[in-house]
């Protein structure tokens, strides 16, 4: 059974720093690319990262670049995918998914972990 499960948010002040991890259960993660996605209320889900499966590729949206590093390590049966998050911004406030690349019915979203920046 895959399984995705987020973890890691929190409040943070502006300037600050979260680090999120994603667990992926699931042996067919290992050879699929990754992304984290957000969404904040009100509006769609954006895409701010993606990594290739290897690990040796990865693309961040224009609003993150230089802010944030995804990575991921791959064990036999688990994927961890991490979001490195620096200089955090309010904008940034949102609720974080991780999930594979591209998005397919045979794995469902996770609960996502909310991140909040504000003084």
């Known amino acids: 059974q895959v399984q995705l499960v987020e973890s890691g948010g929190g409040l943070v002040q502006p300037g600050g720093s979260l680090r999120l991890s994603c667990l992926a259960s699931?042996?067919?993660?290992?050879?699929?690319?990754m992304g984290w996605f957000r969404q904040a209320p009100g509006k769609q889900r954006e895409l701010v990262a993606t990594?290739?499966?290897?690990?040796?590729?990865?693309?961040?949206a224009d609003s993150v670049k230089g802010r944030f590093t995804i990575s991921r390590d791959n064990a036999k049966n688990t994927v961890t995918v991490y979001l490195q998050m620096n200089s955090l911004k309010p904008e940034d406030t949102a609720v974080y998914h991780c999930?594979?690349?591209?998005?397919?019915?045979?794995?469902?979203w996770g609960q996502g972990t909310q991140v909040t920046v504000s003084s």
């Open positions: 999930n594979t690349l591209p998005v397919g019915p045979a794995v469902p």
């Open positions: 699931g042996s067919i993660f290992s050879t699929y690319a």
């Open positions: 990594i290739t499966s290897g690990g040796t590729i990865t693309n961040y």
